[in-house]
């Protein structure tokens, strides 16, 4: 029997977990420094829990997307 379904679920799970938490943190301080203390921790866990979580599905898309970022920046950064 083949173990490999297993290892890749494990992996998608994991950088879901850790990108659903750093997005979630992130976005909950955004929420802090726009809308204030009282709004932004209050009720900014809402919209920030909503998001986390969307991106915690689609996180190996934003690691591509990330990955073409920094290849265009440091090309850019080089050709100076």
Do not use: Q
Not at 28 to 42: A, D, P
Not at 47 to 63: D, E, H, K, N, T
Request: charged share 5%; net charge neutral; aromatic share 20%.
């Amino acid at each position: 029997m083949n173990d490999d379904g297993y290892v890749y679920y494990y992996i998608y799970t994991l950088g879901r977990t850790i990108t659903g938490i750093i997005v979630f943190l992130g976005s909950w301080i955004y929420c802090i420094i726009s809308y204030g203390f009282l709004f932004g921790v209050g009720l900014g866990w809402l919209p920030s829990i909503i998001v986390a979580v969307i991106a915690g599905f689609l996180w190996p898309l934003l690691l591509i997307a990330i990955a073409i970022l920094a290849f265009l920046v440091f090309k850019t950064l080089a050709l100076n």
